[in-house]
């Protein structure tokens, strides 16, 4: 309670200085015209959907057919001629010199010279009514191969992990810009109120390439960036109470807290004030609504099995099975970053033979149940479920400085790669693009990121054109100048 007094006396001796005088009288002089350039003054629709106490849920601009996304993204890239692309012509090439064609004014992240051609290492079959090629490294997938629609002919602008991804996830490679995830809930608000609007879970190890940029609010009110929860200890940390605090004197302290801030924000009209305000509420539920969630020991023990986890343990698998129970609990965007998927064959683990086989091992399994799990709950109709990565893997084996690597390995790629989409109103059991014989180009039906956005946002009830921001004198929207609607795709 003291140093709640001393931020109290603190801020009312602030309100006494010469800066703070100046920044007041700024907002009733030039200043005011130039905060509501920058958006910095001003009530917003975001900032008045925080004020009026959390995330509420949103009204789209039409009819969304999902009210809910899964993003799986394996951060890395895996080969999507080793996984999805079937090319039996790129066998008869294994091992010849590269096509010139394939290398004339082009850029790769390590490729340099003449690299060999590098034939598919999966064995392919059809599955399914729908005939989808899926390789052996999938076997799980396989089984539900007529509930996807694939994308054989997905194409970026990035070659590099970094900037790839921040593209993937927020329409520009450069920092800065609002994820896919926060204009999800910016735009649609949440239905619990109990639980963040956009939770992430990440596995592998390590933070994508791009870090915590890729499910950030960029300059939307940072309420609506995303929720990283952990699947050991504390989901959130600390969510539990410390010790000699019991729920009681913690709500007494949030709302003497929160009283400074609305008092701050009379003051100086700062919208991240609200943002504060808003999460320190949000906070104090999460400590009921967060552990009950993401606790999995009360799931049937098929459950478990169908997705291969054991409580405890904070696996991809696990994220997969919190996913379900986070979207059965109205979150409204949950992404999941699993990392490991680079291929360039410098390693035992980083190739396309064993190290991607790995990969696939441990993640097979628990994404085929969790299509398996939605639609058997009835949420896979209006929820959409997304795989995918920041880019594709050449047809051709990766060398360095004209040297080739020690293991099969692929470089990366951005003029071709495969993703797929479940549920959330898209058409099951259907491929749409082909890439050329060799896997290199897409030459039917290509999409580009800014489509694939554009889509996504139009199953969540959004016109990508007009779903925008106002920033920095104009608005904003995720596809920026561009982006289609992929309506070949939907049902």
């Known amino acids: 309670m003291e140093k709640l007094l001393r931020e109290l006396q603190h801020t009312k001796l602030h309100s006494q200085t010469r800066r703070h005088f100046l920044q007041s009288a700024g907002f009733g002089l030039g200043a005011l015209g130039l905060g509501s350039l920058l958006g910095s003054c001003g009530t917003s629709a975001a900032e008045s959907s925080v004020a009026a106490g959390g995330l509420k849920a949103g009204i789209p601009q039409f ?4 009210k809910r996304v899964i993003y799986i993204h394996m951060a890395g890239a895996p080969s999507q001629l080793e996984l999805f692309d079937y090319k039996p012509e790129l066998i008869k090439y294994h091992g010849k010199d590269c096509p010139a064609e394939f290398l004339e004014g082009k850029k790769f992240a390590f490729i340099q010279g003449v690299p060999k051609m590098l034939g598919p290492q999966g064995e392919f079959r059809q ?3 729908s005939g989808a090629w899926i390789s052996d490294y999938l076997p799980h997938l396989q089984t539900v191969a007529d509930e996807i629609t694939f994308l054989k002919a997905v194409h970026t602008d990035q070659f590099n992990h970094a900037p790839a991804q ?4 927020t329409g520009s490679p450069r920092l800065g810009r609002p994820s896919l995830g926060a204009w999800a809930v910016y735009g649609l608000g949440s239905e619990n109120q109990n639980l963040p609007g956009f939770i992430v879970l990440a596995s592998g190890g390590q933070q994508p390439d791009a870090g915590k940029s890729v499910y950030g609010s960029g300059f939307l009110p940072s309420v609506y960036q995303g929720v990283q929860c952990r699947t050991g200890g504390d989901p959130v940390l600390y969510v539990s109470d410390p010790d000699g605090m019991n729920r009681d004197i913690r709500k007494q302290t949030i709302e003497a807290i929160n009283k400074i801030n609305k008092q701050t924000y009379e003051d100086v009209r700062d919208p991240e004030i609200l943002t504060r305000i808003s999460q320190y509420e949000m906070a104090f539920r999460m400590q009921m609504s967060v552990p009950e969630v993401m606790d999995v020991s009360k799931e049937p023990q098929f459950i478990l099995d169908m997705y291969g986890v054991k409580p405890g343990e ?10 379900r129970k986070l979207v059965e609990n ?3 965007f949950v992404q999941l970053f699993d990392w490991g998927w680079d291929g360039h064959g410098t390693s035992e683990k980083d190739n396309v033979e064993g190290g991607l086989r790995q990969k696939c091992r441990a993640s097979d399994k628990p994404v085929a149940a969790l299509i398996q799990d939605l639609k058997m709950r009835g949420l896979l109709e209006d929820t959409l479920v997304i795989w995918g990565a920041e880019f594709g893997r050449t047809p ?3 060398n360095r400085n004209g040297l080739v690597m020690p293991y099969m390995g692929r470089d990366h790629h951005l003029e071709a790669f495969t993703m797929w989409m479940a549920g959330g109103g898209v058409k099951n059991g259907i491929s749409h693009g082909e890439t050329d014989e060799l896997g290199y180009y897409g030459v039917k039906d290509r999409v580009h990121v800014h489509d694939l956005h554009a889509t996504i946002l139009h199953q969540m009830g959004f016109d990508h054109e007009k779903f925008t921001y106002p920033f920095q004198g104009r608005n904003f929207r995720l596809t920026d100048t561009e982006g289609k609607v992929i309506k070949q795709i939907l049902a």
């Open 63 to 66: 009819a969304p057919k999902a």
């Open 127 to 129: 599955h399914g009514q």
């Open 166 to 169: 921040l593209l993937m996830h």
């Open 314 to 323: 904070g696996t991809f698998a696990m994220n997969c099975l919190l996913a």
């Open 330 to 332: 109205d979150v409204r």
């Open 396 to 398: 051709m084996q990766e």
